[in-house]
Every structure is written in C-alpha cells, then in structure tokens.
C-alpha cells in the first residue's frame, strides 16, 4: 500500500517537474527572441491559445463525434479509450491509457488532476490554465457542482456528478450528450458542436445552431 502511494507520487512528480522544465526552456527562448525583436508576444499568446481551443481539441471532437453516429466505435471507446482512439490516429505521449467515461441523463463526469496536470494530450492538446490552477485542482473534488455552475452549466440534483483524478498512467476523456436536433447531422457537422471543455466535463457540447 505505502509502496503504491510512493509510485502513484513519483509518477506525478516526474511529470510535473519535466513540464516546468520545458516552460522554463520556452521562457527563455520567449525572452531572447523577443528582445532581439524576432517575435513579437501577442502572436505567440494567439499560438498558444490556437493549440489549447483549436487544434488539440479538434482530434477528441471527431473521437466524439464519430462516437455519437457509430455505435460499435463507441462500444470499443468506452472499453478501451486508447486503443479505439488510436483507430482515428491519434495517439503517442500522455495518450498510452485513456479512458472514456459517458454522460447520460444520469451521470455527468468530470476531469481532474489533483496533484498536478495529467491531460490526454493526443485528443485535447494543451491544458487550459485554469485546468492547471490550484482552485481548479481542490474545488473539483470539493464541490464539483459549485465549479461547474461557475461554468455555467447547473444540472438538476438527480444528476450524479462522476470527478475522476487523472495520473500519467491514466488520464480521461468525457464522452458529452449528443445534443438534441441533430439526429440527421453528419460526422464532420457534429464535431463543431463539441467544445474543449465539454470534453473535460465543465461544459455541455454547443447547441446546434450556436456555430454556423
Ligand atoms: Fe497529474
């Protein structure tokens, strides 16, 4: 037992300390060139917010849209996250074990890194900040239904709230609701609708309707 707590601690250690590292490298590298007016700040901030809501995320919104139109896909997602995801080609660092875990009318789930920032980056890129903050972190677990009315989604109190607590050696996935209205919808419209945090669990996938 008190072995497997030292793993569980080194692993996040590990990782926490490698990613601070290459922050610490990024950093520099920020600065040096920024003095040497090679680039300018703002558009590296437009970068990093394009991998963090765009790209990333784009790969676990097609997973989930091809969930929602494809049943036997989705069967093999939830029983193995990795592997089926691998089918759709995406996989490689932070993505060997992940699991997919779906909401229905009565489970809501939601993703967490207690320790530090754990995140399935094949499908979801990078982690928000806030993922990443100290408040996020504690209330998760806490209270999960006051963080996720501070993200303005206030489900009713029969939903049973689900907080999973990624590790290096397993992170999550939220497989959200297809939204109602789109029963006639194709693979490549239904991605549109699934947001970054919907895939983290403190948002619902977008109406239809709400991106044309
Ligand atoms: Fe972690």
Partial sequence: ???DHDHHDHD????????????LRVRALETVLTQKGLVDPAALDMIVDTYETKVGPRNGARVVARAWIDPAFKARLLEDGAKAIGELGYGGRGGEHIAVVENTSAVHNMVVCTLCSCYPWPVLGLPPVWYKSAPYRSRAVIDPRGVLKD???TLSDDVEIRVWDSTSEMRYLVLPMRPGGTED????????LVTRDSMIGVSQPLAPGART
Avoid: Q, R, T
């Fill in 185 to 192: 919808w194709d693979e490549e419209k239904l991605a549109d």
């Fill in 151 to 153: 993200f303005g989604v």
């Fill in 1 to 3: 037992m008190a072995h």
């Fill in 12 to 23: 996040h250690h590990h990782e926490g300390s490698e990613l601070s590292d290459v922050a």
